[in-house]
């Protein structure tokens, strides 16, 4: 049996160490001032220093009007964390660079800065799709010391929403099943994935996308860790899974490719900021105990 391991990975809130506090647990909503996320599209834009981190004090200045009303997003090593947008194509002040979020473009920024810049993203996403009420179509207001949204008319009130998918790695032995979808760097294979269905259990979510995608089939299923992924708004759900039988046969409106790799010759593979690099540095490279 597999002991998972305990996952601190960038865009979980663990990785902050308890130096995070909600907005719904931070008492009164405080003056404008303190930690600044300024979103970019998916980027953070930080001061142009040696290292990155946050605009710190009163409101940013030099952006002449062109970010959005801040939304309290809680507080970190006990000073408030402000949410701003700035439009993807708004040129930056002096002073000022943009870093992106997303690992796969190679994302430079810290795993304390990647978490919230990612709950930031996250935020701002929702409320840009949340501005009418899903009941009667009236205008949505922010809750105070909330990140949800009321109905303007009937009140109806609802939250952030997260779409929960698995991730798999499949191992057989001295082999794993890893996969690749077009348009990634070129060589580059990662593991099978899928938003779970209505009705569905996460287990039963691993059968189908496993045979869907791959064509073959899986038993010994075993839970590994999960990461908030805010690209836009997921929890990605990782597992093992033994192959238990089937020729592979790719699904190509899904993946590019899929095929066995020995563990001790893997092709490249995602960085750690990742589920999936976790997963197969931890489990991939090793026969599972």
Request: some cysteine; proline content about 8%; hydrophobic content about 40%.
């Amino acid at each position: 049996m597999t002991t998972p391991l305990t996952v601190h990975l960038p865009f979980n809130l663990d990785c902050l160490d308890g130096s995070f506090v909600s907005a719904k647990h931070g008492g009164s909503v405080p003056s404008l001032s303190g930690h600044w996320l300024i979103v970019q599209d998916q980027g953070l834009v930080v001061p142009d220093r040696p290292e990155p981190e946050l605009v710190f004090g009163d409101s940013p200045v030099g952006f002449d009007g062109l970010l959005s009303e801040p939304l309290w997003l809680g507080a970190w090593h006990g000073a408030p964390c402000w949410v701003v947008r700035l439009p993807r194509d708004a040129e930056l002040p002096a002073g000022y660079r943009r870093e992106t979020l997303v690992p796969m473009q190679g994302a430079r920024l810290p795993d304390a800065l990647l978490s919230l810049g990612g709950m930031a993203m996250q935020a701002l996403w929702w409320e840009s799709t949340s501005g009418y009420c899903p009941r009667c179509g009236a205008e949505t207001e922010r809750i105070v010391k909330e990140w949800g949204r009321r109905c303007s008319n009937c009140r109806y009130e609802h939250y952030p929403h997260l779409y929960p998918a698995v991730i798999v790695l499949i191992h057989d032995g001295d082999r794993v099943l890893l996969a690749r979808k077009a348009g990634w760097d070129p060589g580059r294979y990662a593991l099978v994935a899928g938003f779970v269905d209505n009705g569905e259990s996460l287990e039963a979510t691993v059968h189908r996308e496993v045979r869907e995608e791959v064509g073959v089939e899986v038993d010994e299923i075993q839970y590994v860790g999960s990461q908030n992924w805010p690209f836009p708004s997921q929890l990605m759900v990782g597992f093992l899974a033994h192959y238990a039988g089937g020729e592979v046969k790719v699904d190509h409106d899904e993946l590019e490719d899929a095929r066995w790799f020995p563990r001790d010759g893997l092709p490249a593979v995602p960085s750690r900021h990742s589920i999936a690099g976790f997963i197969i540095e931890n489990y991939a490279r090793r026969r599972p105990g």
